[in-house]
């Protein structure tokens, strides 16, 4: 689905996080990974991986060998497609269970005026999985999905901003002039810089803005409720 894409090629691609920096749905991944490590393996889930700024291909492969299975690729995608079927159930509703963060709405919706500027996301979660989050809380409107960065493509993240970037530039005929990536987390951060793109960090999740700041952002904003601080720190 492709929503919100510029006639013109765009001058600036924003790609965005998802989790803690879009939506707050936390305990959600550690549920239904526990449900699907049940249902694809018989295994009870024992230890939980650290999810935040991390992909799914990581996340996964480490959760199976921390249980003593072999992440093969057959495997993988079992496991996948079953958490996919549990996060898009549609008898569970994700407004239920998290939010919005403050001022996300608004952010894209000003950033989508602003002229050529094309949205889309980077985030460590399956395609389906993520395209379901955003449009449960409205926030999907803005962003073009078909040009994501997604975390079944690699267990490194910078690899998902560079994915989306080269999907940008083929779609629209050339690169973006500047790319701005918006995360919460140092591996956000650390996958803006690592593709020469501007890192903007927002203090939303575990980690403080000390941390972030100290990461290598190039700004860090508390929150995105300040919808003005939030355009000027990723239109600068």
Avoid at 2 to 21: C, N
Avoid at 43 to 57: A, H, I, K, Q
Avoid at 179 to 200: F, M, N, R, Y
């Amino acid at each position: 689905m492709t929503i919100g894409a510029p006639d013109l090629p765009p001058d600036r691609l924003v790609l965005w996080d998802i989790d803690l920096t879009l939506v707050d749905l936390s305990g959600s991944g550690g549920d239904w990974y526990r449900q699907a490590l049940a249902t694809v393996a018989g295994v009870t889930l024992e230890r939980m991986p650290s999810f935040p700024g991390r992909t799914e291909l990581a996340i996964t492969t480490e959760l199976l060998t921390a249980h003593g299975i072999e992440p093969t690729r057959e495997l993988v995608e079992r496991l996948w497609r079953e958490l996919t079927a549990l996060a898009t159930d549609p008898a569970d509703d994700l407004r239920a269970r998290g939010t919005a963060l403050p001022g996300a709405a608004e952010v894209l919706a000003r950033l989508a005026g602003t002229g050529r500027v094309v949205q889309s996301l980077v985030t460590g979660n399956l395609p389906a999985i993520a395209h379901h989050k955003v449009s449960a809380f409205g926030l999907h409107t803005h962003l073009d999905l078909d040009i994501g960065g997604y975390g079944s493509l690699s267990a490194h993240r910078p690899d998902l901003v560079a994915e989306a970037v080269a999907l940008a530039a083929g779609k629209h005929g050339r690169a973006p002039e500047q790319v701005v990536v918006i995360g919460d987390t140092p591996h956000d951060v650390g996958a803006a810089l690592a593709c020469d793109a501007v890192a903007v960090a927002v203090a939303t999740g575990r980690h403080g803005v000390d941390e972030l700041r100290d990461s290598g952002a190039h700004a860090v904003l508390p929150d995105l409720s300040d919808t003005d601080a939030a355009l000027a720190a990723i239109l600068r």
